[in-house]
């Protein structure tokens, strides 16, 4: 079965930097876009980034400049490296993976975020 294992959440100070990964394994034939998205207490998920086979990105406008996303194809693996973090960036993140030709979309478990003020 497909899974995507997610790390590296934890708690941090306004203004620190925090490093996520999001690895895909399973009988996944093939990764086309992956991305991470949050969800604070509640809010509705909202998307954080997206990134292309390619290593095109995109940003949500909250976190633009701030977050950096980047994979690895060869591991199935997505980062997200987020700088100058905010106490609103404190939420639930979740990598998602957008499998190729068929378009069936998978979810990590969540990884926590704090940013304390």
């Known amino acids: 079965q497909v899974q995507l294992v997610e790390s590296g959440g934890g708690l941090v100070q306004a203004g620190g930097s925090l490093r996520l990964s999001c690895a895909a394994s399973?009988?996944?034939?093939?990764?086309?876009?992956m991305g991470w998205y949050r969800q604070a207490p509640g809010k509705q998920r909202e998307l954080v980034g997206t990134?292309?086979?390619?290593?095109?990105?995109n940003y949500a406008d909250s976190v633009k400049g701030r977050f950096i996303i980047s994979r690895d194809n060869a591991r199935n693996t997505v980062y997200l490296q987020m700088n100058s973090l905010k106490p609103e960036d404190t939420a639930v993140y979740y990598c998602?993976?957008?499998?190729?030709?068929?378009?069936?979309?998978?979810w990590g478990q969540g990884t926590q975020v704090t940013v304390s003020s």
């Open positions: 399973g009988s996944i034939f093939s990764i086309n876009r």
């Open positions: 990134i292309t086979r390619g290593g095109n990105t």
């Open positions: 998602n993976v957008v499998e190729n030709l068929s378009n069936k979309i998978y």
